[in-house]
């Protein structure tokens, strides 16, 4: 069993940034590709930043340039820099772990992010 726990979200004026942490925990025998995902009220969840085990990065569209996925393995921690916020950043963000044998997906509980003046 995994646990993901997300912190940092927050509200902020367009333009400003905020720092998400994801902390995982459990058990956890090797380095696995992570992830940020949001969901907006109404919307589908859509994948926002992903980062394999060797530090390979990508990001959606929408947030290039703006967003920085980054990790401390040594402290099974994933972290998204978001700067340059947009209203149309406003979501519930959620951290992802993705075990490949067997295949499954963890999600952290998911932290608000509200981008308004």
């Known amino acids: 069993q995994v646990q993901l726990v997300e912190s940092g979200g927050g509200l902020v004026q367009p333009g400003g940034s905020l720092r998400l942490s994801c902390i995982a925990s459990?058990?956890?025998?090797?380095?696995?590709?992570m992830g940020w995902y949001r969901q907006a009220p109404g919307k589908e969840r859509e994948l926002v930043a992903t980062?394999?085990?060797?530090?390979?990065?990508n990001y959606a569209d929408s947030v290039k340039g703006r967003f920085t996925i980054s990790r401390d393995n040594a402290m099974n921690t994933v972290y998204l820099q978001m700067n340059i916020l947009k209203p149309e950043d406003t979501a519930v963000y959620f951290c992802?772990?993705?075990?490949?044998?067997?295949?499954?997906?963890?999600w952290g509980q998911g932290t608000q992010v509200t981008v308004s003046s």
């Open positions: 992802n772990l993705r075990i490949l044998m067997p295949f499954k997906n963890y």
């Open positions: 980062i394999t085990s060797g530090g390979i990065t």
């Open positions: 459990g058990s956890i025998f090797g380095i696995y590709p």
